[in-house]
């Protein structure tokens, strides 16, 4: 990027942000606010929830690693280092990989790689990690994904690859170790209670009861997404779906700061109380990538965001949840997805060392090839129709060193610029400045 004056700058974040967040800041003051202080909190904070300021930054900037179709196809739109964790996959299996599809969209193959870098300088940083180091571990996350792109070319299979309880080690193994002891029932206690022997949700600062008309339409919409779970996915016990209650929902992360949203209880696989099953019904939000480019055929192509987000996942993540899927509530999109006992999200807290960071960020950047380059069997789309891992190979054929050290350079220094932005979006939501007051 072009150095900029702190003034220029300042107000491309405010008018960036306000863009972006205007309608939301106005459906849900408070969670704004919220969201707003934790992104004050430290840079990396910020990061997380400025993708559109990111995408204002890397749209603009010349591009000469993404051809022959890399240029377009599915990316994640918000690769940083805390968007991977645990999950249990439709074949019964716990599985460390990438989550939180939300920003899902069509793209540069590059922009994930070039958010992950920045967001794992941005760490290493707040470790106080020298510029070398930090080198080190993003040329070594960037060589996994080129080696694991290279497997996919060779490969005839797209889904041999996946991090497990047999493959992972260090952190990402204590992650899902972690999964392994969780149970279902503990989820089910925290979040329900018992009445006449069967469970409802419990009342709770983050939950509220609906009106008739809200629930009508909620149940509803919810008898509409069943329709949307593919065949082979669908559990073949019709009791599973049946539906024990619902209740509004707020106090989502970052990225779903003032977005409607309702929690849907299920009687399950079973009769068995420990075996029901919460769903999350959530409005899905405008992807950050798609306010800085040609959005005329995937507009075209999906009903709504939720549409969109739940094909989406299912063209990135090999063996989708199962319970994926997607409704319209008001008119409006919305994904629905287990909340699943299993998830754990990986603690960089206790992630310091180099050499434990290299063990991670290696398995990280061969599971962001897995994205790119492989898909559920249930993903029907048809807007990417040629190998990704042949367009990705083709497209830095005789170059991968220089592309390597590039990406090196480019995620150093826009770590640097988000540190600039922290500092300057913090003085400018002190003063009011970006469309809604800190106190």
Not at 268 to 287: E, F, H, R, T
Request: hydrophobic share 40%.
């Amino acid at each position: 990027m072009p150095p900029m004056a702190a003034n220029d700058r300042t107000a491309v974040i405010i008018d960036v942000l306000r863009d972006a967040f205007a309608p939301l800041m106005r459906a849900d003051p408070a969670a704004f606010r919220a969201k707003y202080r934790t992104m004050a909190r430290d840079p990396h904070a910020f990061y997380r929830g400025t993708a559109c300021l990111f995408y204002n930054d890397v749209t603009s900037e010349t591009d000469d690693w993404s051809r022959h179709g890399a240029e377009r196809i599915w990316i994640h739109g918000d690769l940083h280092v805390e968007n991977f964790g645990t999950y249990l996959n439709s074949d019964g299996r716990l599985v460390f990989d990438i989550n939180d599809f939300d920003e899902a969209y069509l793209g540069r193959f590059t922009w994930d790689l070039q958010r992950f870098a920045a967001s794992l300088a941005l760490v290493a940083w707040q470790k106080a990690l020298p510029e070398d180091a930090i080198r080190k571990l993003i040329s070594r996350y960037a060589r996994s994904y080129l080696s694991q792109v290279n497997h996919y070319v060779a490969s005839d299979s797209d889904d041999d690859f996946e991090i497990t309880l047999d493959t992972a080690h260090g952190p990402v193994l204590v992650a899902l170790e972690e999964a392994r002891s969780m149970r279902r029932a503990d989820l089910l206690d925290d979040m329900t209670v018992m009445q006449k022997g069967i469970r409802t949700f419990a009342d709770s600062a983050s939950t509220r009861r609906l009106p008739r008309e809200e629930r009508t339409a909620v149940v509803a919409a919810f008898h509409d997404y069943l329709g949307t779970i593919p065949q082979s996915k669908r559990f073949d016990r019709e009791l599973f779906y049946e539906l024990r209650d619902v209740v509004g929902k707020s106090g989502f992360g970052i990225g779903s700061a003032g977005l409607p949203a309702y929690n849907v209880l299920l009687e399950g696989y079973s009769q068995a109380l420990d075996n029901d099953v919460v769903l999350s019904m959530k409005q899905a939000n405008i992807p950050a990538v798609s306010r800085f480019v040609d959005t005329a055929v995937v507009d075209a192509y999906f009903d709504h965001e939720g549409h969109r987000t739940s094909v989406s996942q299912r063209a990135l993540q090999v063996h989708t949840d199962p319970l994926l899927g997607h409704t319209e509530v008001g008119g409006v999109g919305y994904v629905v997805a287990e909340v699943s006992p299993y998830e754990v999200d990986l603690d960089w807290e206790e992630i310091n060392e180099p050499a434990d960071m290299r063990a991670v960020v290696e398995l990280l950047g061969r599971a962001t090839a897995k994205i790119h380059c492989a898909s559920d069997e249930d993903s029907e789309q048809d807007l990417i129709d040629f190998q990704v891992e042949e367009a990705i190979a083709a497209s830095l054929e005789g170059r991968r060193n220089d592309y390597v050290a590039w990406l090196g350079d480019w995620g150093i220094a826009y770590a640097e610029q988000v540190r600039q932005d922290h500092a300057l979006f913090v003085d400018a939501f002190r003063e009011g400045r970006v469309g809604i007051a800190a106190t």
